[in-house]
């Protein structure tokens, strides 16, 4: 049976996100990180745009008190996978804790979004996950989503999440600056990457060879600065699962 021509540029389009996945993955295993874009990845023309419009506003982002930058809204999930071959199952994880994390001390507990539930989001955090080289892959992990809108500071300074790898995706932004920056963890004044990331571009690393950041918003004149930002982190079975021994397979 022959193909329709939708069919066909369908198939185009699948067989060139997997030859960005295999590039990705590529550099990832041998440089430990690469940059990407959504369309390469086969997202949709309207992707960002209905992030946009489900999280990236007032009733979902929220101030946390003291936060680091202070000026930072954010939300968060966190999604419990499992790999089963090429299949991946993904479900909310029952919670969101994080504890000591960026300098800041103690439980820290931010407003909630369920992002399983929107198909956009579902989408991008199966390619999140689909990203990783198979052979770095756990069988069963989880996966924070940090929903971040900045103002000023994105970062305070050159630092490590202490997870596995790290997915910066810009989802809209106002204004210039916020240069992405990776330097090398064993030697900081080894710059390795340095670039804006505009919105639809994406920056994977593996967290524990660099120290990661980016560089302050500046406003344009009249409309000021903002960026809207999704940062992931593939978490170390330790993270949420240490607490869950019947979840963890190595
Ligand atoms: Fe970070």
């Known amino acids: 049976m022959s193909q329709t021509h939708t069919e066909i540029e369908s198939s185009y389009h699948e067989s060139a996100a997997a030859a960005e996945i295999h590039r990705i993955r590529e550099n990832l295993r041998i440089e430990g990180y690469a940059k990407a874009d959504d369309s390469a990845l086969g997202f949709p023309a309207d992707f960002r745009d209905k992030l946009a419009w489900a999280y990236f506003n007032d009733e979902v982002l929220h ?69 990783i080289p198979a052979g770095s892959r756990h069988d069963r992990g989880t996966l ?23 997915i910066i995706y810009v989802v809209d932004k106002i204004g210039t600056g916020a240069e992405s920056y990776l330097y090398r963890a064993e030697n900081p004044d080894s710059l390795v990457f340095s670039a804006t990331l505009h919105p639809g571009e994406m920056l994977i690393f593996k967290d524990d060879l660099f120290l990661h950041g980016a560089t302050p918003l500046v406003p344009t004149d009249g409309q000021g600065a903002q960026r809207d930002a999704l940062v992931c982190t593939v978490d170390y079975q330790g993270t949420y699962l240490a607490l869950r021994p019947d979840m963890i397979t190595g």
Do not use: M
């Open 63 to 131: 101030s946390d008190v003291p936060d680091i930058p202070v000026d930072r809204k954010r939300a968060r999930d966190v999604i419990y996978y499992e790999w089963h071959d090429s299949r991946l199952d993904l479900s909310e994880y029952e919670n969101i804790l994080i504890k000591n994390r960026g300098n800041i001390p103690g439980e820290r507990k931010h407003s909630r979004v369920l992002l399983l539930e929107n198909d956009y989001a579902r989408n991008f955090i199966r390619t999140c996950l689909t990203l």
């Open 144 to 166: 924070g989503v940090n929903l971040f809108r900045t103002f000023t500071q994105v970062v305070t300074r050159p630092h490590k999440d202490n997870e596995e790898y790290i």
